[in-house]
């Protein structure tokens, strides 16, 4: 979550650095398509494209793609992680078709120190990126999918959003594109960019309220979960607890037991 949470404030911080503020809508907690309890941790939108990104909480240390894992540091300091996102970016991309899907691999330090990256052996998996050389490069193509006009922007970040928010609790029937050309008009200089923001908002208000739902009760499960688990743990210690105090009083009776036993003359001792 502590990474999830940096990239949270990066992603703020950068957009609006980069201008794209109007124009980028960011969805967390996605469902991730296969494994039950897997997520993808965000998606940005803009237009036509969707960048997902998978944020890593990991230690300060050089980190580079090994066939299918990542790999960190060198020697006996090496760290290996697999990871299921490269999948999952190929299955949200052939679902999302014909929406530009791209992807990253976000890496935060968890330690003092630098992450270094190395994506010479990447192949097909998403790029690994140090959060603290920015996001820029990312950013620029999401913005290469600016359309020209304003309602030619709203069709496709509306068609985007709703396919981003229908894998937001599981993947549900894909949303198809209308097929009637929408009325274009231009966009004029000086035009107020937030009302933009507003309109798409509002085309898309019952998908971008149910994110509010998940999310809330995705939380509401996960607290579920976490009390069940540390009542069964609570009833393990006190299980322990009776075996090791039942365990202590059967060997206090025995040292009695053989006491009063050493007192008697052997042809009355009694068996334990």
């Given at each position: 979550?502590?990474?999830?949470q940096?990239?949270?404030?990066?992603?703020l911080r950068e957009?609006e650095?980069?201008?794209?503020?109007?124009y980028v809508?960011?969805v967390?907690g996605?469902?991730?398509?296969?494994?039950v309890h897997?997520?993808?941790d965000h998606?940005?939108?803009?237009?036509?494209?969707?960048?997902?990104?998978?944020s890593?909480?990991?230690?300060?240390?050089?980190?580079r793609?090994?066939g299918d894992?990542?790999?960190g540091g060198?020697?006996?300091n090496?760290q290996?992680?697999?990871?299921?996102?490269?999948?999952g970016v190929?299955v949200?991309?052939?679902?999302?078709?014909?929406?530009?899907?791209?992807?990253?691999v976000?890496l935060h330090?968890?330690?003092?120190?630098?992450?270094t990256v190395?994506?010479?052996?990447?192949g097909t998996?998403p790029?690994l990126?140090?959060a603290?050389?920015?996001?820029?490069p990312?950013?620029?193509?999401?913005?290469?999918?600016?359309?020209?006009?304003?309602?030619?922007?709203?069709?496709?970040?509306?068609?985007s959003?709703?396919m981003?928010?229908?894998i937001?609790?599981g993947?549900?029937?894909?949303?198809v594109?209308s097929?009637?050309?929408p009325?274009?008009?231009?966009?004029?200089?000086g035009v107020?960019?937030p009302s933009?923001?507003r309109?798409?908002?509002?085309?898309?208000?019952s998908?971008?309220?149910n994110?509010g739902r998940?999310?809330?009760n995705?939380?509401r499960?996960?607290?579920?979960d976490?009390q069940q688990?540390?009542s069964?743990?609570?009833a393990r210690?006190q299980?322990?607890?009776a075996?090791?105090?039942q365990?202590?009083q059967?060997?206090v009776?025995?040292m009695?037991?053989?006491?009063?036993n050493s007192q008697?003359p052997v042809?009355?001792?009694?068996?334990w």
């Open positions: 979550m502590i990474g999830e940096l990239s949270g404030d990066i992603f957009i650095r980069a201008g794209l503020a109007p809508q960011i967390h996605l469902k991730y398509p296969g494994p897997a997520d993808i998606a940005l939108v803009c237009a036509n494209r969707v960048l997902l990104v998978d890593k909480y990991w230690q300060a240390m050089h980190w793609w090994f894992a990542m790999i060198a020697g006996q090496q290996v992680r697999d990871s299921g996102f490269t999948h190929a949200v991309r052939q679902m999302f078709h014909p929406i530009e899907v791209g992807a990253a976000l330090p968890s330690s003092p120190g630098t992450i190395d994506n010479s052996m990447a998996h790029p990126v140090a603290s050389e920015g996001i820029a990312l950013l620029d193509w999401l913005r290469g999918a600016l359309p020209p006009t304003q309602d030619e922007y709203r069709r496709l970040q509306s068609q959003m709703r981003v928010l229908s937001t609790d993947f549900t029937e894909p949303f594109a097929t009637a050309a009325a274009i008009t231009p966009v004029v200089p107020d960019q933009i923001v309109s798409t908002l509002r085309s898309t208000g998908e971008a309220a994110i998940w999310y809330l995705r939380r499960r996960k607290h579920a976490f688990k540390a069964l743990a609570d210690r299980q322990r607890h075996t090791l105090m365990r202590r059967e060997q009776l025995r009695q037991h053989d006491e009063l008697r042809r009355k001792r009694k068996m």
